[in-house]
Protein backbone atom coordinates (compact mmCIF):
# COMPACT_ATOMS: atom_id res chain seq x y z
CA UNK A 1 0.00 0.00 0.00
CA UNK A 2 2.69 2.76 1.14
CA UNK A 3 6.21 2.99 2.31
CA UNK A 4 7.10 5.82 4.64
CA UNK A 5 10.78 6.32 5.49
CA UNK A 6 12.19 8.47 8.94
CA UNK A 7 15.61 9.38 9.65
CA UNK A 8 17.52 10.01 12.52
CA UNK A 9 21.17 10.99 12.99
CA UNK A 10 23.11 10.83 15.86
CA UNK A 11 26.42 12.70 16.85
CA UNK A 12 29.28 12.10 19.63
CA UNK A 13 29.06 9.32 22.23
CA UNK A 14 26.12 7.53 24.20
CA UNK A 15 26.01 10.52 26.89
CA UNK A 16 27.52 13.44 25.54
CA UNK A 17 26.10 13.48 22.29
CA UNK A 18 22.89 14.61 20.60
CA UNK A 19 20.74 13.75 17.42
CA UNK A 20 17.92 14.38 15.68
CA UNK A 21 14.70 12.45 14.70
CA UNK A 22 13.31 13.68 11.43
CA UNK A 23 9.65 12.27 9.68
CA UNK A 24 9.74 11.56 6.10
CA UNK A 25 7.06 13.68 5.62
CA UNK A 26 8.55 16.72 7.51
CA UNK A 27 5.27 16.89 10.51
CA UNK A 28 7.94 16.56 12.66
CA UNK A 29 11.68 16.55 13.41
CA UNK A 30 13.33 17.24 16.96
CA UNK A 31 16.15 16.47 19.35
CA UNK A 32 17.25 13.77 21.34
CA UNK A 33 19.54 12.71 24.16
CA UNK A 34 21.01 10.35 26.45
CA UNK A 35 19.23 12.40 29.18
CA UNK A 36 15.87 12.44 26.96
CA UNK A 37 15.67 8.54 26.54
CA UNK A 38 17.33 7.43 29.52
CA UNK A 39 16.54 10.25 31.99
CA UNK A 40 14.06 13.57 32.10
CA UNK A 41 15.79 15.80 29.81
CA UNK A 42 14.48 17.99 27.15
CA UNK A 43 13.78 16.40 23.82
CA UNK A 44 11.85 13.47 22.78
CA UNK A 45 12.75 9.33 22.61
CA UNK A 46 12.33 6.42 20.47
CA UNK A 47 10.15 4.92 23.44
CA UNK A 48 7.66 7.78 23.00
CA UNK A 49 7.98 7.62 19.60
CA UNK A 50 6.95 3.94 19.18
CA UNK A 51 3.90 4.89 21.56
CA UNK A 52 2.20 7.58 19.28
CA UNK A 53 2.71 5.72 16.72
CA UNK A 54 0.94 2.45 18.18
CA UNK A 55 -2.06 4.71 20.18
CA UNK A 56 -2.47 6.31 16.64
CA UNK A 57 -3.02 2.86 14.92
CA UNK A 58 -4.59 1.08 17.37
CA UNK A 59 -7.60 4.21 17.14
CA UNK A 60 -7.61 3.87 13.66
CA UNK A 61 -7.90 0.48 13.15
CA UNK A 62 -10.19 0.02 16.29
CA UNK A 63 -12.42 2.46 14.53
CA UNK A 64 -12.36 0.43 11.26
CA UNK A 65 -13.27 -2.55 12.74
CA UNK A 66 -16.31 -1.03 14.63
CA UNK A 67 -17.52 0.92 11.66
CA UNK A 68 -17.51 -2.43 9.16
CA UNK A 69 -19.70 -3.61 12.19
CA UNK A 70 -22.13 -0.77 11.57
CA UNK A 71 -21.20 1.28 14.44
CA UNK A 72 -19.68 4.99 13.95
CA UNK A 73 -17.12 5.75 16.46
CA UNK A 74 -17.95 9.54 18.31
CA UNK A 75 -14.70 9.57 19.59
CA UNK A 76 -11.22 6.96 20.14
CA UNK A 77 -8.34 8.05 22.36
CA UNK A 78 -5.59 5.70 23.43
CA UNK A 79 -2.17 6.38 25.13
CA UNK A 80 0.47 3.80 24.84
CA UNK A 81 2.64 3.88 27.77
CA UNK A 82 6.11 2.22 26.58
CA UNK A 83 8.28 0.48 29.67
CA UNK A 84 12.19 0.74 29.37
CA UNK A 85 13.88 -1.01 31.63
CA UNK A 86 17.38 -2.64 31.91
CA UNK A 87 18.79 -3.99 28.74
CA UNK A 88 17.67 -1.33 27.33
CA UNK A 89 14.45 -3.21 26.71
CA UNK A 90 10.81 -2.45 25.90
CA UNK A 91 9.36 -4.74 28.15
CA UNK A 92 5.76 -3.53 27.96
CA UNK A 93 3.56 -1.54 26.31
CA UNK A 94 0.23 -0.18 28.02
CA UNK A 95 -2.37 0.81 25.36
CA UNK A 96 -4.70 2.63 27.30
CA UNK A 97 -8.82 3.19 25.21
CA UNK A 98 -11.40 5.37 25.88
CA UNK A 99 -14.45 5.22 23.33
CA UNK A 100 -17.34 7.10 22.75
CA UNK A 101 -19.49 4.77 20.44
CA UNK A 102 -23.17 4.89 20.55
CA UNK A 103 -25.30 1.95 20.41
CA UNK A 104 -22.46 -0.50 21.24
CA UNK A 105 -22.20 -3.20 24.14
CA UNK A 106 -19.64 -3.52 26.24
CA UNK A 107 -19.12 -7.30 25.01
CA UNK A 108 -18.75 -6.15 21.34
CA UNK A 109 -16.40 -3.11 22.43
CA UNK A 110 -13.85 -5.26 24.33
CA UNK A 111 -14.42 -8.41 21.58
CA UNK A 112 -13.03 -5.26 19.09
CA UNK A 113 -10.80 -3.41 20.69
CA UNK A 114 -8.59 -6.78 21.48
CA UNK A 115 -8.85 -7.71 17.86
CA UNK A 116 -7.49 -3.67 17.57
CA UNK A 117 -4.30 -4.97 19.88
CA UNK A 118 -3.62 -8.09 18.44
CA UNK A 119 -3.85 -6.84 14.43
CA UNK A 120 -2.91 -3.13 13.93
CA UNK A 121 -0.18 -3.14 11.71
CA UNK A 122 2.30 -1.27 14.82
CA UNK A 123 0.94 -4.10 17.11
CA UNK A 124 1.93 -6.38 14.25
CA UNK A 125 5.62 -4.56 13.77
CA UNK A 126 6.48 -4.92 17.24
CA UNK A 127 5.71 -8.49 17.92
CA UNK A 128 8.69 -9.39 16.03
CA UNK A 129 8.72 -8.35 12.11
CA UNK A 130 11.90 -9.34 9.59
CA UNK A 131 13.82 -6.49 10.45
CA UNK A 132 16.52 -5.88 7.39
CA UNK A 133 20.08 -3.96 7.88
CA UNK A 134 22.08 -2.46 5.34
CA UNK A 135 24.97 -0.93 6.98
CA UNK A 136 27.72 1.37 5.64
CA UNK A 137 30.76 2.76 7.09
CA UNK A 138 32.01 5.82 5.10
CA UNK A 139 34.62 7.98 5.84
Not at 18 to 28: E, H, I, P
Amino acid sequence: MTIRTSSAEWKGTLKEGAGTMKLGSGAYEGPFTFASRFESGPGTNPEELIGAAHAGCFSMFLSALLTKEGFTPTRIATTATVHLTEGPTISLIELNCEAEVPGLSETTFQEKAAAAKANCPVSKALAGPEIRLTARLVS
